[in-house]
């Protein structure tokens, strides 16, 4: 009793100290779990893990803890992802980080065997962490293929564009809301809960946590394709407001509980623990075993206090002036900037620290130009972002048709960009051409990728080394007749000028 005292004393010491130091990021999460509907179930995540271990009382209490100062190695790791997280403003990574640190320091400071007895209320802990969206863009996609696949299965024609198709009755359009992100991970969470409680064998643990996953996804394919033919065949006067999200609510409800109530065929009974007290440990060995839960538990406070001391130092020395930005009328000899036509478009990047729009015209071809420039970047200002697109889904011009990989020589080095058809929305101003090509890359301190982990990477080396994190963001455009002729203007442009745009970012870099 008194080793599980001191023991528990000095756990709950380590806790409130990496609540106390990553506070930012621990009210960050909680913000995330109170204005995201996908999240708020990250509320009940820490009383159901208390519960999860209070269920195992009677196999922890004859157990003695034994401190492991081997898991501070580990510990430095993730100590280090936090900071790098930091660095580029991911909230993901430094809330999976924060997470993993209270996670770890149960067998640090409690012993490994005392967490491998609660190892699955420990493991439960992440999904307090707000992450599953970066799947949206995936399952959008998914759900576009299966509604248009169905509705062709039934007969109704459906002509499609991208994640937009149109039926006899009416267009329609697979947005966020239509992505079922939100059933997956309500699904994935409960159902990986209700395995842990109602099965023995890994096995059907395992099953049962792929139902959970499967589920959702093709409930939410059956949900858009009824809601469509709802519409249909009511004349659009039923499924197209809010009784839309209702319904698709009121289906998933019904289907996860047909699930529970089949999985609830196969659950097996919980099993007995009989406990085993055997010899009482010498009063010695009890005063080592809590000396030494202190000494780690002192320690594993000091490493996770590095990363802070880290950050305030690199805050510290991070002295920089207003970015100054400027492109040339003339980039090339064949390229100059265009006096009449004006593409209306612009992609859509927020919280720029400088940007330049230009239109220059050449081998009979008109291409705009967009550069977005960041520099102190933070988690609401930055240049990689889910908010920071080419074209948003409520934009009032545009509508993304399809996405690919484009290719290009920068610097002397093959690099592959982000390339995106786009046509104007029915009702959008009469002077905008038929279809729109854009290309997007990334340059990061000089880099040039248009991956939006490796430019993460990169600005995170680049903070560390004391270079900062000056990063843009290059977006050419060109109308588009679906042919290839809009790709090799892309490319010819920037083969010609992609060194000029270059200068110019190190420019404004040089002005820090």
Avoid at 116 to 130: K, T
Wanted: charged letters at 15%; a positive charge.
């Amino acid at each position: 009793q008194t080793a599980w005292q001191h023991a528990l004393f000095a756990l709950v010491s380590v806790f409130a100290v990496i609540l106390v130091l990553y506070r930012e990021t621990v009210v960050a999460m909680v913000t995330i779990w109170y204005r995201s509907e996908t999240f708020t179930h990250g509320f009940v995540v820490v009383p159901i893990v208390l519960w999860l271990v209070w269920r195992k009382r009677a196999q922890l209490a004859p157990m003695a803890p034994r401190a492991n100062v081997y898991l501070l190695l580990p510990l430095v790791g993730i100590a280090l992802v936090w900071l790098l997280g930091d660095l580029v403003a991911v909230n993901s990574v430094t809330q999976l980080a924060v997470v993993a640190m209270l996670v770890m320091a149960v067998p640090a400071v409690l012993g490994v065997p005392i967490a491998r007895v609660i190892a699955f209320p420990l493991a439960f802990m992440f999904f307090a962490v707000p992450i599953g969206e970066f799947v949206m863009p995936k399952l959008m996609d998914w759900t576009a293929e299966f509604t248009i696949l169905a509705l062709r299965a039934s007969g109704i024609p459906v002509y499609q564009e991208g994640l937009n198709f149109v039926i006899p009755s009416g267009r329609w359009s697979v947005v966020e809301a239509c992505s079922g992100v939100r059933y997956l991970i309500a699904s994935l969470t409960v159902g990986t809960l209700y395995a842990y409680l109602n099965y023995q064998s890994t096995r059907r643990r395992l099953l049962f946590v792929l139902v959970a996953i499967l589920v959702p996804v093709v409930a939410n394919w059956m949900r858009a394709y009824m809601i469509v033919m709802l519409g249909h065949y009511s004349g659009n006067t039923i499924a197209v407001g809010v009784d839309h999200l209702i319904y698709g609510w009121v289906f998933f409800g019904f289907v996860i509980l047909l699930m529970f109530m089949i999985g609830a065929r196969w659950a097996e009974p919980d099993p007995v623990h009989v406990a085993h007290p055997g010899k009482q440990p010498m009063a010695r060995a009890l005063v080592g075993s809590s000396l030494m839960v202190w000494m780690v538990g002192a320690a594993f406070a000091l490493v996770v206090s590095l990363p802070i001391l880290a950050k305030e130092s690199l805050e510290t020395h991070a002295v920089s002036a207003p970015a100054k930005l400027a492109l040339g009328d003339s980039l090339s000899p064949t390229w100059q900037k265009a006096n009449a036509t004006v593409i209306d478009y612009k992609p859509h990047f927020a919280g720029t620290s400088a940007e330049v729009e230009r239109t220059y015209s050449g081998a009979d071809r008109v291409v705009g130009v967009y550069l977005g420039y960041y520099r102190d970047q933070d988690y609401s200002r930055k240049l990689v972002s889910s908010n920071n697109v080419l074209v948003t889904s409520n934009d009032t011009h545009w509508s993304m048709v399809s996405q690919s990989d484009a290719s290009a020589t920068l610097d002397g080095k093959p690099v592959t960009l982000r390339s995106v058809h786009l046509r104007p929305l029915s009702g959008a101003v009469a002077t905008l051409p038929e279809r729109l090509l854009a290309w997007q890359v990334y340059w990061i301190n000089g880099r040039w990728t248009s991956n939006d982990y490796l430019a993460k990477v990169y600005s995170a080396v680049f903070q560390l080394m004391g270079r900062g994190d000056d990063s843009a963001v290059l977006v050419v455009y060109t109308a588009s007749d679906r042919t290839d002729a809009a790709d090799r203007a892309l490319g010819a442009f920037l083969a010609d000028n992609h060194q000029a745009i270059d200068a110019a970012l190190r420019a404004a870099a040089a002005s820090r």
